[in-house]
């Protein structure tokens, strides 16, 4: 079989170019409904906040997040079903263990620098689950620390310099920049 | 020196070895996974599938998933072994030139 350098070239091109979209489709499986759910539920979350008051944003809360929370596992359920690994048991275990190790870490150091405000309840409580997502982008995807980092900066942004509207800030521009990069990475990326 | 493999450069098949080789070594693709990464039908996909598990290179496991008939994909090690000798080729056509 005879083929000229351009063919081979080209046919090296595709190769390439296959071999990015897999490995982006793998690594970002998930993510974009993750980001959207997430996004979602923090956007009526902090705008609950920012202008209401009362027993209400609790429940709003709570309601939002439990919503979420069973929608976003049902949809990852599924869309994991479409690839099978080996590893992948083990790895989801220790992916597990890390969040619950976070999840006390975080109780500890709110027990410890209690009692709080609702900001910097809410700061602290972001600020550990983003920490979870930084080390899940180390683990399974570099490319995806990136929004981690974006969204912390926004947060620390909001609270130190806009906390008259911080909620608001949180609402908008977390909730809304998940959302639009969850998008982003469904139909773009 | 390594030799173009003629099953393998059918731009279709380059690219279902090219998404299959990029995988983890025992991972395994659904096949409508696949068919929307390649964006091609099902039938074309399913023809494609058939020579290169023919040829060996890959290998299909049908199994049941909530009761519904399911195909999952993968590269064997024969299959990545031609592959990759099947890229050196075309790299050393390309250093030739």
Known sequence: MDISPNEAEEALEAIQIMTQKTRHSIASSGAHISLIITGIVWMIGFLATQFLQGVIVFYIWVGASVLGAALGFMLNIRNNKRMRSPTAGATAKRIGAIWVLLAVYCLAALAVTWPLDGMQLTVLIILFVLVGWLVMGLLLSIISIWPGLIIIALVLIGYFFLPDYFYLWLAILGGGGMIALGLYIRFRW | ?97
């Open chain 2, 1 to 97: 020196m390594a030799e173009l493999n003629e099953t393998i450069h059918q731009s279709v098949r380059l690219r279902v070895m090219a998404a299959l080789v990029s995988l983890q070594p025992g991972d395994e693709v659904d096949f409508s996974y696949l068919r929307d990464l390649l964006d091609v039908t099902d039938g074309n996909l399913g023809a494609h599938l058939r020579k290169l598990e023919d040829a060996g290179y890959i290998q299909l496991n049908k199994t049941f998933v909530e009761r519904k008939p399911r195909t999952f994909i993968s590269a064997t090690s024969e299959g990545r072994r031609v592959f990759q000798e099947h890229v050196e080729a075309l790299e050393s056509i390309i250093k030739s030139k």
